[in-house]
């Protein structure tokens, strides 16, 4: 999950040219022993089209996807009792979390 997200991030962010390009990768453990991790892109963030379903299965907005990458994440995570979702960040760009 966690390489394939911040290729992504990379990714989205490679058409920024107005403003520093970031990439933020955080950890944060819950009252519930859980931990979350974040990875946070300073991109064009995700499009109101594309956001709900950006966990399908050969969905991609890229010209040269398959659309796989976030779909098998979830699977994963959620065959370990986690979670993953995704948000627009605070400012510009986007977020994709999950918990274990």
């Known amino acids: 999950m966690h390489r394939k ?3 992504n991030a990379v990714q989205a962010m490679s058409g ?3 403003r520093r390009r970031e990439l933020l990768i955080s950890t944060q ?6 931990v979350v991790v974040t990875v946070q892109d ?8 594309s956001f709900d379903r950006l966990f399908d299965p050969c969905y991609t907005t890229k010209a040269d996807g ?8 979830r699977t994963i995570i959620d065959a370990h009792g986690g ?12 977020a994709v979390q999950f918990s274990l």
């Not at 453990?29 to 859980?34: D, I, R, T, V």
């Not at 979670?83 to 605070?90: C, F, G, H, Y």
């Open 42 to 49: 300073s991109g064009p963030g995700f499009s109101p089209q």
């Open 16 to 18: 920024t040219t107005d």
């Open 66 to 73: 398959m659309g796989m990458g976030l779909s098998i994440c």
């Open 83 to 94: 979670r993953i979702w995704a948000s627009l960040a605070a400012g510009l760009g986007a």
């Open 5 to 7: 997200t911040r290729l």
């Open 29 to 34: 453990q819950e009252a519930s022993g859980a």
